[in-house]
């Protein structure tokens, strides 16, 4: 009997199966990967590699600019814009090229594009760079899906019957269907279903119930099946009525070891595209179970199958099973597998191609069991109510689900982001795993209702109508349940209540509450109306020195007296600092200040106490996310506002900084700030730790600066009922400071 229907401890004895931990960033010979794909599996590929250690690398086309995958990576390289989007991702000899010139030791292919192509593997192998996926043999065998059908019928594999070798033209497999092949099979019969030889994924796949619609077929099938693998040539087969679509995910190590990791069951399909996977299959019968497994070892075993790979199998009504196909790579659902049985599918591809064996990771047969169900959900950019017709455009508003037994494998989508009609629709996978399978059902279908995309449709409502069905829920659908369920498709029309709610906000600033619903009074005006630039005064002549020019002359000693004598009310002006740190949030450019400072040089000489402009958290985005010289900006506006002191935040010892920085740092960062124009200093610690503030001080003083020394506090000092940051308090903390840092050489204001 299989784990999964034992007790509910299986839950701790799956996920304690006794698999090799690698250390931290050694991965055999491997030391760089790059994922040969883009969207959700590129994105996957990159976590398991950075978890395992390894210096991640992308691919990306220009249409993909923007996207997850790119910026996921450590390194991301643009592939050839001369060439149409998908063939971007189909040019070897420009993938290979980048390989060799980034020193990449392994590539993952992912699954579609290359990675059933046996030339990429080829050309890998020949350039010294592993293929992370199955033997060049093995993709030989296994990527021509007739090939893969003489194998299983030497191992005594059930199989459907079918052309033995790929047909190219109308004629040919009107001739295989209608007559046979003589010494090799017999006439076919309808109905049938045409295949692409060298693809998968539901591409290159027609189904023809009668000889009048072969040809219509049979063109539209090869033609897509050329698109999408660069292979126009099919097989055909006899078409197994109503069956379910059940598949063993196996894995091998090329020295003839081989384990299954159980079964999925995808017989939910849209004209063979997969659209919703569980694990493991329901309602199974327990001898047409072990009857799979056997065979997909004995399959993967014969090959002497390297990596990850999956048995792709038809049973019928009866319990009888028929092979189909072996997928040579990662499947798109390998999620719902890696959630049953805590294997980490894509890790181990990359350990099982560094030349580790099943046997030095510890994964062994009796040791692999099943826990809950999973279940996986594709949400694409379709519309189901216009035949699943892809969607394009822009996204406006992007929400993802989580909680509890959710896992999300996402790819293009973000709010902002671009879907175009170059690549396949899929947005995200949601992936639910609970104890029982109704279980997982309601966790994804909370999490598909708390999904928001606004701006392109999609197929949530659909999924969402699948996850409502009983036969569904219950686990008895076989692979013509779209088809027999057309209310499936119906579309849920999203209220969408934010986004009408700030439309119709905007459309009332803009052009006036509309006139049909009662509102009276003058339209907005059509055209903005800017206000007058006020004029200002050129900066006024005084004969009375500025604190600006005292300081120059006379130090910052003659600064400090001037202040103190003062009798008036001293103004700091931190429109600056405000503008670049809060309103703008950070990204205010020199640039845009500069012309603004004739003005403020106007309004603020000579009479102000300081300008704070610089310093403190406008240091740090200057270079980080402005990538300007902070140095160059202070001396630039020192050069246009020459008369007023400049004022910066200081932290302390960590300067203006995040962290506590050496001694001699921070002494030199304040040299170069008062040559470069800075003058008061205003020092602080956020916990009035004085000897925090004490290297600040002195850095300053030694600088020949201005030290203004601050405290933090919060609510109302003088209220003595306050507990312990009372009044006394703070004078206390004042005390400390001046007695710590004044001196002649170091007057604190």
């Not at 220009?62 to 189909?90: G, I, N, W």
């Not at 390998?334 to 046997?359: F, M, N, R, Y």
């Not at 982001?417 to 309601?442: N, Q, W």
């Not at 700030?673 to 020092?683: E, I, S």
Request: with cysteine; net charge neutral; proline share 5%.
């Amino acid at each position: 009997m299989l784990s999964h229907l034992r007790s509910p401890t299986a839950l701790s004895r799956a996920f304690a199966t006794k698999v090799k931990v690698i250390p931290h960033g050694q991965v055999g010979a491997f030391k760089k990967i790059l994922a040969a794909n883009r969207g959700e599996i590129a994105t996957r590929i990159m976590r398991a590699g950075n978890e395992l250690g390894l210096e991640t690398s992308g691919i990306y086309s220009k249409e993909d600019r923007f996207t997850q995958h790119r910026y996921k990576a450590d390194q991301a390289f643009v592939l050839s814009q001369s060439k149409p989007p998908v063939a971007a991702y189909l040019d070897i000899p420009t993938i290979i090229k980048i390989c060799k010139l980034n020193n990449i030791d392994a590539v993952h292919p992912g699954y579609g594009f290359l990675s059933e192509n046996l030339g990429f593997a080829k050309e890998l192998e020949k350039n010294g760079i592993t293929f992370i996926g199955p033997t060049v043999a093995n993709l030989d065998t296994f990527g021509d899906k007739t090939s893969a059908r003489e194998l299983a019928k030497r191992c005594g594999v059930p199989v459907v019957e079918g052309t033995e070798d790929a047909v190219s033209t109308y004629a040919e497999a009107r001739g295989a269907v209608e007559s046979g092949v003589p010494g090799v099979h017999g006439p076919i019969g309808y109905p049938i279903i045409i295949k692409a030889a060298m693809g998968g994924g539901g591409r290159g796949m027609r189904v023809c119930l009668s000889p009048d619609e072969l040809e219509a077929n049979f063109s539209l099938a090869s033609n897509e099946a050329l698109a999408a693998f660069g292979d126009g040539r099919c097989f055909i087969e006899h078409y197994v009525d109503r069956p379910r679509h059940i598949e063993v995910q196996g894995l091998g190590d090329g020295t003839g070891a081989v384990v299954h990791l159980y079964d999925r069951d995808c017989s939910v399909q849209r004209r063979h595209q997969k659209c919703l996977e569980t694990a493991p299959a329901l309602g199974l019968p327990a001898a047409t179970r072990e009857a799979l497994f056997a065979d997909s070892l004995k399959l993967l075993k014969e090959a002497k199958y390297k990596n990850a790979g999956t048995v792709e199998f038809l049973v019928d009504k009866e319990g009888n099973h028929f092979f189909i196909e072996v997928n040579p790579r990662i499947q798109v659902e390998h999620t719902v597998t890696e959630e049953i049985t805590g294997i980490d599918l894509v890790q181990t591809q990359i350990k099982i191609a560094s030349g580790e064996t099943l046997e030095s990771l510890g994964i062994r047969q009796e040791d692999i069991s099943t826990s809950g169900y999973a279940m996986q959900c594709r949400v694409t950019t379709e519309d189901p109510s216009e035949d699943f017709r892809p969607d394009t455009g822009k996204i406006e508003t992007f929400r993802l689900p989580g909680g509890m037994g959710i896992r999300l494998d996402d790819g293009p989508g973000f709010p902002g982001a671009i879907i175009t009609p170059h690549y396949d629709s899929l947005l995200v996978k949601i992936t639910a795993r609970a104890a029982k399978r109704e279980e997982a059902v309601l966790k994804l279908t909370r999490a598909l209702k708390e999904f928001r995309v606004r701006g392109v449709k999609t197929n949530k409502s659909f999924l969402l109508n699948v996850l409502a069905n009983k036969d569904f829920v219950e686990g008895t659908v076989d692979t013509s349940f779209i088809g027999d369920n057309p209310s499936l498709v119906a579309q849920d029309a999203s209220r969408d209540r934010g986004g009408k709610i700030l439309k119709y906000v905007a459309e009332v600033i803009v052009n006036g509450p509309e006139e049909s619903l009662g509102a009276t009074g003058p339209k907005p005006a059509k055209t903005a109306q800017v206000p007058a630039a006020p004029i200002f005064d050129p900066v006024p002549v005084n004969s009375k020195k500025s604190l600006r020019q005292i300081y120059v002359d006379g130090g910052a000693d003659a600064f400090a007296k001037a202040v103190r004598e003062n009798e008036g009310l001293m103004i700091t002006d931190t429109t600056w600092r405000d503008a670049h740190q809060s309103l703008l949030a950070t990204r205010l450019r020199t640039k845009d200040i500069l012309p603004i400072t004739k003005a403020t040089a106007s309004v603020l000489s000579p009479g102000a106490y300081s300008l704070e402009c610089w310093g403190g958290a406008t240091f740090d985005v200057s270079m980080r996310f402005l990538r300007e010289c902070p140095w160059e900006r202070l001396g630039l506006l020192r050069e246009r506002v020459p008369d007023v002191p400049f004022q910066m935040l200081l932290r302390g010892a960590n300067a203006v900084g995040y962290t506590s920085y050496p001694d001699n740092a921070v002494f030199e960062f304040c040299r170069l700030a008062q040559n470069h124009g800075m003058d008061v200093f205003r020092v602080f610690d956020s916990l009035n730790y004085v000897e925090n503030m004490r290297l600040g001080i002195d850095a300053v003083g030694s600088a020949g600066g201005i030290v203004e020394s601050a405290m933090s506090y919060t609510g109302d000092v003088s209220n003595p009922n306050r507990g312990g940051y009372d009044m006394e308090y703070y004078l206390k903390v004042s005390e400390r400071t001046c007695g710590n840092g004044y001196s002649p050489q170091h007057p604190l204001l």
